[in-house]
């Protein structure tokens, strides 16, 4: 009998069937400044705004907003890598006069020395028609000690504790603004973070959402608002509410929460905080941006992205395009990887770290502390020059200059029992050629404990394999790579026609992933003609992202029309799920936390 499956996309009340409404067809613009991600040099980029872009509901994806909105994110980053705080706002302030915006505050957070849970708030507003339009953006990006924040998880039933913490700054910050500023009436708001910035006005945004449902109104009496009003954009920002559940569905990312668009690089390892596998999602819609995992003319999308990386003013310091250099080890792993991505590795290994490993509440009681002490000894001088991952990235390149003989790598392979003896010595001499201001001796205990519960990995299924990729010093590149600004910059302005010409793509909202099983692992799959995937017992010759374990192929195709796999065995088994609405569906799945919205047999 002859099998052949026919994929087809669901309508499902997404947004890319008008992603790519003009909303601003004229081509003036200003020139905005952002602090550059390594070194907070002021880089000039082009922005352009229209007031007409809130004239649409919030709910309602705009291209040209999400662009703007990225800029406006951009835009929050401390201006100073000094110690000249109050400049912190410089350029957010010149970005909002430059569009017609008055009455410019920010809170003291936002002009003061980080502090492990303080948060910038940047507000100013417009008289837009019959409404006041406040713009509020968010210090997300070299903010120093509030990078520990990121790690803060806690044990609040409902949101992450560091998250949260900066949502109720935010919500201070805006009721303040409201009330000094003497604000009544009708308000629309619009606001975009970045990172854990992101998060920020996730979960400030959403709770007011959820205020709104229960018709409260938890900024003032004076002023007047619906959900349509709020114009929420948050980029790689990881999430920070537990996620409830109504038959089946997540509620945080149905109708009452659509006016929050979350714009997620899968190569990205922030957006993976907190984990899905401790039931944490965002509020609000999560679109992709453009992979090769969902996107099929994703070689286009990248050139376009690598072109508009080399025309920024700090094209020297970002460098080249590192995502698609990411090599995962295959040894002990359990499948076959065709076009293996770090994206996918990363889901890997936070499944790992989350499931097989530490429970959040382990967490919470054995490692957080430690990574706050960890952070308060590395700030405690002021602001290093080096970014987290840059100091990781030194310690990692460190330990392995003084491991020439790979003696910790053959002690987790050959004999675990005599790791932590080899460590002790080969870390001390790694952290004592940093030159990060404190006593080696204060770090060594916590490093040395970090160090142990990722080397438990090494005895999880899989785990070793995870590991031999992290102790390659340009695997840890590319990871730092996937977090910078920049490249989301890049990614939102090759998809916009006020930046880019051509055939533009837009970010997708669900993918394909495909079980493919039987006797004889014939096959083919093809797109409107065009070979995709060749399958025989021995292997696969493929453009898709693929696996094979020994009872099974797993595919991930993006989600296109007329994707048919066609086989002459009669005994093959097709399972096809649609990934949507969530960063690791894959996941989801696997734990029951999510009915998948299609499951076709064959």
Not at 308 to 319: D, E, P, R, V, Y
Request: charged letters at 20%.
């Amino acid at each position: 009998m002859k099998i052949k499956a026919i994929i087809k996309a669901v309508s499902l009340s997404l947004v890319t069937s008008f992603a790519f409404t003009c909303t601003s067809c004229g081509t003036d613009y200003e020139t905005f400044s952002f602090a550059s991600h390594k070194t907070a040099e002021k880089v000039a980029y082009k922005l352009i705004y229209d007031d007409a872009y809130f004239d649409k509901n919030a709910s309602e994806y705009q291209t040209h907003l999400a662009t703007a909105s990225m800029s406006l994110a951009l835009a929050g980053f401390p201006a100073t890598s000094g110690i000249d705080y109050a400049r912190s706002p410089d350029n957010i302030k010149e970005f909002f006069t430059k569009i017609g915006f008055n009455d410019f505050q920010s809170n003291d957070f936002g002009v003061s020395q980080p502090t492990a849970h303080s948060f910038g708030v940047y507000i100013a507003s417009k008289e837009v028609k019959d409404y006041t339009l406040i713009g509020i953006g968010v210090r997300g990006d070299n903010y120093y000690a509030e990078w520990v924040s990121n790690m803060a998880f806690g044990d609040n039933p409902q949101f992450a504790d560091g998250y949260y913490g900066a949502s109720n700054i935010y919500l201070d910050a805006l009721k303040s603004y409201i009330n000094d500023f003497k604000i009544s009436g009708k308000i629309k708001i619009w606001t975009a973070g970045y990172s854990r910035g992101g998060t920020g006005i996730n979960l400030a945004i959403g709770r007011m959402d959820d205020a709104l449902i229960n018709g409260e109104n938890i900024l003032s009496p004076k002023v007047s608002y619906t959900k349509e009003d709020l114009y929420a954009y948050c980029f790689e920002a990881p999430a920070g509410r537990i996620a409830t559940f109504d038959e089946g569905k997540i509620l945080q990312k149905g109708d009452n929460y659509n006016n929050i668009h979350c714009l997620l690089n899968v190569n990205d390892f922030i957006p993976y905080l907190a984990p899905i596998q401790y039931g944490f999602v965002r509020y609000g819609i999560d679109y992709y941006l453009p992979d090769i995992t969902n996107t099929l003319d994703y070689n286009l999308h990248i050139s376009r992205v690598k072109d508009k990386l080399g025309g920024l003013g700090n094209a020297s310091i970002i460098n080249d395009y590192l995502i698609d250099q990411f090599q995962e080890s295959l040894m002990l792993s359990f499948a076959e990887k065709y076009n293996p991505t770090l994206g996918n590795f990363l889901v890997t290994f936070m499944d790992l770290l989350s499931t097989g490993l530490i429970s959040r509440s382990d967490y919470v009681k054995n490692n957080q502390q430690q990574i706050a002490n960890l952070f308060s000894l590395i700030y405690k001088n002021g602001s290093p020059k080096d970014s987290l991952i840059d100091l990781i990235i030194k310690i990692g390149t460190n330990i392995l200059l003084a491991d020439p003989e790979e003696a910790l790598l053959k002690d987790l392979q050959y004999n675990p029992d005599r790791f932590l003896q080899d460590l002790d010595p080969i870390l001390k001499n790694a952290l004592s050629n940093t030159d990060i201001d404190m006593g080696v001796n204060d770090l060594i205990e916590m490093v040395r404990n970090i160090i142990i519960t990722i080397a438990t990995i090494a005895s999880l299924d899989n785990g070793l394999n995870c590991l031999i990729s992290l102790c390659s010093l340009s695997n840890l590149k590319c990871i730092d790579y996937g977090n910078i600004p920049e490249l989301t910059l890049s990614h939102m302005v090759s998809m916009d026609d006020n930046y880019t010409d051509g055939n533009l793509l837009s970010p997708a909202t669900s993918y394909y992933q495909v079980s493919i099983s039987g006797d004889n692992k014939e096959y083919e799959i093809t797109h409107n003609g065009t070979l995709l995937a060749a399958s025989t017992d021995l292997e696969i010759n493929t453009v898709l992202v693929a696996e094979r374990y020994q009872d099974e192929d797993i595919f991930y195709i993006p989600k296109v029309d007329n994707i048919i796999i066609n086989s002459s065995s009669d005994n093959l088994f097709v399972e096809v799920d649609l990934m949507s609405g969530e960063y690791y569906p894959y996941n989801i799945y696997k734990m029951g936390l999510l009915n998948i919205d299609e499951h076709m047999e064959f």
